[in-house]
């Protein structure tokens, strides 16, 4: 089963884009973020024609996550189970009933740019509850991916230039403490169990060229549970999208796990 995740950076403006790289590499799951519509304007039906069931939540304008599926979706949740102050289209997670099944989640975790606003503290307050729910996930003991765009840089080799990043919320020393804590309650980085290299970039802003200078970020992840880790084949980073017509300024990043 291949697993994908994908900032897509709005789905209508890019939907052939992703038709295009859904149709030549076919994931059995995608997981999309900041699709940036309501559930009624979801291009569903461009991607049931390829042969995928969907589940959305959406939001006007702003973030907005999905899931598509070519395997059946049950056990449907839209948000976290603990609202907090305000509830933001940002997580969205499904059974993906595979004959093995798998539940997955498409995340959107929130940017906190500014760091002197209170974007800063909603950020490490959703990461907080997003721990706390997936503490409760793992006892379940069940083959689960949590995935999306962290909007974390975990360490200073996931950017090209770190130094840029010291100011901004994605590369504080508290988003990066609470992404260790997030990781620490049990689950494993598939990056690191593919062993992938330094460098290895998720996303490249639209400005200062910064694709055409590989000034890249490593800001999208898959985290798996132990039931999951045991099925995990490997993973690929398609850095190749970023050159498509109309591109996402992130990439998809798929992994595999045995049937």
Request: proline share 7%; glycine share 6%; aromatic share 10%.
């Amino acid at each position: 089963m291949r697993i994908a995740t994908w900032n897509v950076n709005s789905v209508n403006a890019r939907v052939e884009t992703v038709v295009a790289w859904l149709r030549e590499h076919s994931p059995d799951v995608a997981c999309f973020q900041e699709i940036k519509c309501e559930e009624h304007k979801f291009p569903a039906l461009a991607f049931e024609e390829l042969g995928y069931n969907t589940a959305v939540w959406g939001q006007k304008s702003y973030n907005g996550v999905a899931i598509l599926s070519k395997f059946p979706i049950g056990d449907v949740r839209r948000g976290l189970p603990d609202p907090g102050e305000e509830e933001q289209s940002r997580y969205i997670e499904a059974v993906i009933e595979a004959p093995r099944p798998v539940r997955v989640a498409s995340i959107y975790l929130p940017n906190g740019n500014p760091v002197d606003s209170e974007k800063f503290p909603y950020k490490l307050a959703w990461m907080e509850r997003l721990r706390r729910h997936a503490v409760d996930l793992l006892r379940l003991e069940e083959s689960l991916v949590l995935c999306g765009d962290y909007n974390v840089i975990p360490d200073p080799e996931d950017a090209r230039n770190p130094a840029q990043w010291v100011r901004d919320a994605l590369f504080q020393p508290e988003s990066r403490a609470a992404w260790r804590a997030f990781k620490g309650i049990g689950l494993s980085e598939a990056h690191e169990l593919a062993g992938e290299p330094p460098g290895t970039f998720t996303f490249w802003d639209y400005q200062a060229g910064a694709w055409r200078r590989n000034d890249g970020i490593r800001i999208d992840h898959h985290f798996l549970s132990p039931q999951a880790v045991d099925r995990f084949l490997g993973m690929e980073t398609h850095r190749d999208a970023r050159d498509m017509e109309k591109p996402s300024d992130h990439v998809p990043v798929v992994i595999e796990l045995t049937d």
